[in-house]
């Protein structure tokens, strides 16, 4: 004879989600408390990474303990005429260029809403030209890509975007296409 609902509840059948939750709760909130304390990010905690988007020095996101909850924050560098992977993420992104020239080329992406969203990236890409002191606005969903348009000088540029939009369930990065340098890995 199978066990109904009623069996299950008069028998004290239990999981343990709703502690699961509250303890979890309380972790997040200590980890918080705890990243408050660090003002400063120090540059060895601050970690370097190749990457299929290239070469990237990481100062904020979520695998990192520190106070700020909200913001991606990375330094890109690309040497002489390299160019970054092709990627793109639901928030918008702002790029500060600290040296070098180069440009960048958006595909601006068009929505088509039935059950779900489906972002299609258009053919032909817009380029825009940067050089050092230069911000670049990505809009969100918008795949991207750098390139260092010098032979013979690095660019750093900073990246910061909102992770706000991962908190919400919504996919945070999708890469389309590797850093030359650093595919297959």
């Known amino acids: 004879m199978a066990i109904t609902e009623r069996d299950r509840y008069r028998l004290g059948y239990s999981a343990q989600i709703y502690e699961e939750l509250l303890l979890a709760a309380k972790q997040e909130q200590e980890k918080i408390r ?41 330094m890109l560098l690309l040497p002489p005429g390299a160019r970054s992977g092709k990627h793109r993420h639901m928030s918008e992104e702002i790029l500060f260029i600290l040296e070098g020239q180069g440009y960048d080329i958006h595909w601006d992406p068009d929505l088509e809403l039935t059950d779900k969203p489906y972002w299609h990236i258009k053919e032909n890409g817009a380029r ?22 010098s032979t013979s000088q690095q660019v750093r ?29």
């Open 128 to 149: 825009y030209e940067w050089a050092e002191g230069d911000f670049v606005y990505i809009p969100p969903m918008t795949a991207h890509q750098h390139f260092n348009a």
């Open 34 to 74: 705890l990243a408050r304390r660090q003002q400063v990010i120090k540059a060895e905690d601050a970690p370097w990474e190749n990457s299929r988007h290239g070469r990237i020095k990481h100062f904020l996101n979520d695998n990192m303990n520190c106070p700020i909850r909200d913001l991606n924050l990375y």
């Open 157 to 185: 540029l900073m990246a910061a975007s909102q992770r706000l939009y991962g908190f919400l369930g919504f996919p945070g990065l999708e890469q389309l296409e590797d850093a030359p340098e650093y595919s297959g890995l």
